[in-house]
């Protein structure tokens, strides 16, 4: 497996001289590690003997993307306007490849509530949602419908926090999620191609995943591959690949899964523009198999195209 999947990073035929736009930056809440991404996808490019430019994806990237004669975008947007579907729809229309999962299945992913709804209708275990009746014990998590990056999320253990939570996730767009908390085991699966790469288990100091612990050094360690009894680890990824086959993706993906104490895998969200910064989940899962970062940056380009409705 190693081997087969380090060789595919290397195919392809796309010209270097047709010049590629790394779309970063951004309007989102996410601005700010778009960018990080971006600068990273853009130097592994250059260094790799591509023709690029770098483009921060504000009102004017369709003029933008014409004047600079793009012909391939790599979509390094994290969050709303970036992930969602919005710039797969302009480059669709504009009839430029673009990498990563189409206009419906980056959409949808970004919707949690809607998601969680197709993961059910395909016998995906996930999180139960809260209906507010108050059947649901504590804890709860709570985090906006339409966000990444863990931002906005909180972990709600007393009744009395629950409102607050439901408040800072509203700060981030008028929809909630407020779903069964799972205590287990933190996982991330990385899907290149339809292919499940190794399992990552994220153990975060300070106890949550958040903003801040994604992004700040030091604060949380990474177990690459996660260790797990082999048909533990053989759920986890077919779970994995079921939620991104259930969404329509395509090229590069990470699906994010908590284990509980129980050993059920329960899918959480996809991220269908996975962070590629150099403390992102995506190139260490990559990593473990043999492909380097400029490897994996040129085989997720290697699958721009168009068409992907």
């Known amino acids: 497996m190693k081997t087969e999947i380090a060789k595919a990073a290397n195919t392809g035929g796309l010209s270097k001289k047709k010049k590629v736009g790394v779309l970063m930056g951004g309007v ?34 369709p003029a933008r993307v014409a004047e600079e004669g793009i012909k391939t975008a790599f979509i390094a947007l994290h969050g709303r306007f970036g992930e969602d579907g919005c710039v797969q729809g302009l ?12 206009v419906r299945a980056s959409s949808i992913a970004m919707d949690k509530l809607t998601a969680k709804k197709i993961f059910e209708y395909h016998g995906i275990r996930t999180p139960k949602l809260s209906t507010g009746t108050g059947k649901f014990k504590l804890p709860l998590m709570v985090k906006p419908a339409g966000q990444g990056s863990a931002i906005g999320i909180s972990v709600v253990r007393k009744k009395a926090g629950l409102k607050a939570a439901v408040t800072a996730a509203k700060a981030y767009g008028s929809g909630v999620v ?22 990552i288990e994220i153990r975060p100091k300070g106890g949550l995943y958040d903003y801040k612990a994604k992004y700040t050094s030091g604060m949380t360690d990474f177990v690459v591959p996660a260790k ?6 053989a759920e986890v ?23 509980s104490k129980r050993g059920l895998p329960y899918v959480l969200e996809v991220n269908t523009v996975p962070g590629l910064t150099e403390l992102s989940l995506f190139p260490k899962a990559a990593a473990a198999v043999g492909i380097t970062y400029k490897g994996l940056v040129e085989r997720m380009l290697m699958g721009a195209s168009t068409g992907k409705f």
């Open 28 to 61: 989102s809440e996410e601005r700010e590690i778009s960018l990080r991404t971006g600068t990273a996808v853009l130097n592994a490019l250059l260094d790799l003997g591509y023709t690029v430019s770098a483009i921060d994806a504000g009102a004017d990237l």
């Open 91 to 102: 480059l669709e229309v504009m009839g430029i490849p673009y990498t990563g999962s189409g």
């Open 178 to 199: 407020i779903e069964e908390f799972i205590e287990g085991r933190e996982l991330t699966v990385a899907v290149l191609d339809k292919e499940a790469l190794p399992v």
């Open 228 to 233: 797990l009894k082999k048909s533990a680890e």
């Open 237 to 259: 990824k077919r779970q994995a690949l079921l939620a991104y086959n259930a969404l329509g993706c395509s090229g590069a993906a990470r699906v994010d899964i908590m284990l």
